[in-house]
């Protein structure tokens, strides 16, 4: 069964610092792995989907790279800004089967002034 | 306005009592699933479907019920079986080519 942990489980950095937020999973069999923020009591947003096929993707200051082999993804945030202040959540779903994402348990993010 | 509709935000249920979350969308996308998230928590599947007329229990589904008779609906009930059915819950659909999953904005279900 694919397990997904994502370390730090909480993070607290001043704003203007470059971040790297981890997932990691134990099956390297996925069909894509998808970022997520999500704020105090709203849904989830999707950041970046990263195919298994692709080694990386961008979107503005984020930058998402996927290492199958070695089971791992980051999320880089460049530049941080108090209103990056969220939980990331990543979602890698199988690539047999029904699409069944696993999530991790996110990382907790606060950018302070 | 495209996009994942759930209602309501905040929901009550007293004891012995069967409530119902309503997800909607007009997005056109087949697959629809419901999650629970409970505080410091991953999120776990309750249900999920394909397709209309056709759906199947996720990891928690005990204590749930759902139906997809429309497209663009997925009901989810919370029965009185649920022993403990305080907890956030959220509603997703998935694109159909590149797989990508999107999300309303949630229900807070609470226990009077």
């Known amino acids: 069964k694919q397990e997904v942990t994502q370390i730090p489980a909480a993070l607290s950095v001043p704003e203007g610092e470059n971040l790297v937020l981890n997932c990691s999973f134990t099956d390297s069999a996925i069909y894509n792995l998808q970022w997520f923020r999500q704020d105090p009591g709203k849904g989830l947003t999707s950041l970046l989907l990263i195919q298994s096929s692709q080694r990386e993707q961008t979107s503005g200051r984020l930058n998402a790279s996927l290492d199958k082999s070695s089971g791992r993804s980051t999320l880089y945030i460049a530049a941080s800004q108090p209103g990056d202040s969220a939980t990331y959540l990543c979602a890698v779903a199988p690539s047999g089967g029904s699409y069944i994402p696993t999530f991790g348990r996110g990382t907790s993010l606060i950018v302070h002034p | 306005d495209g996009g994942i509709t759930q209602s309501p935000k905040y929901l009550f249920r007293k004891e012995g009592q069967n409530v119902t979350l309503s997800c909607e969308q007009n997005?056109?996308?087949?697959?629809m699933y419901w999650y629970r998230q409970d505080p410091g928590q991953g999120l776990r599947l309750i249900y999920y479907?394909?397709?209309?007329?056709?759906?199947q229990k996720g990891d928690i589904a005990e204590g749930y019920s759902v139906s997809r008779e429309k497209k663009e609906s997925f009901p989810l009930t919370v029965t009185s079986a649920q022993k403990n059915p305080t907890a956030f819950y959220l509603c997703?659909?998935?694109?159909?080519?590149?797989?990508?999953?999107?999300f309303g904005s949630g229900t807070q279900l609470s226990v009077l």
């Open positions: 479907s394909q397709i209309v007329n056709d759906f």
């Open positions: 997005l056109n996308h087949d697959a």
């Open positions: 997703a659909t998935r694109t159909g080519w590149e797989e990508k999953l999107f």
